[in-house]
């Protein structure tokens, strides 16, 4: 893990180390081998998925570039990462902490996320039911939603409300309550 801001400057410039390319995990583009069985399950995933996706990006609107299957996720539900030549979340997070930083370049630099949802995911799965059987119902909204705070949070970035952020979770403590 990369603790120390220099350490993101240096991983930034350092391509290659020892014979090995490095890859940022964090950014789009990250390729994993795949046999042909993986590579058809994947391609029938997104298919199924396209809908959802659809519906998740006109939820979210310019929060993100687009919404894609995703190829690395086991566990989580989503995650949002950085265009191949943007910053990295820890990078904007340095960035937006500097003195006398330039506005103009923070705007143009700042990520452009791409949320990438895990099919095989439960939650993913029961949004994915409840938009094929509604996609204007409220809480379809509401969870796309908080999907999105919680991929900000655990890849990274930082709430840019989280006032609302706790009010859709106090909402959704309600339901199950």
Known sequence: TRVEPIDEYCVQQLKE????????????????EESEDDKKKREDEKKACEQLCTVIKEHLGDKVEKVVVSERLSDSPCILVTGEYGWS????????AQALRDSSL?????????MEINPSNTIVKELRKRVDADKTEKTVKDLVNLLFDT???????????PNI?????????????
């Open 89 to 96: 979340a820890n990078m904007e997070r340095i960035m937006k």
């Open 17 to 32: 180390f020892d014979g090995k390319k490095l890859v940022c995990a964090s950014k789009e583009g990250m390729d994993l």
């Open 151 to 161: 991929a900000l949070l655990t890849s990274g970035f930082s709430l840019e409300e």
């Open 165 to 177: 952020f706790a009010a859709r979770i106090h909402r959704m403590i309600k339901l199950g309550l």
């Open 106 to 114: 923070s705007t143009y630099m700042s990520s452009r996320k791409t």
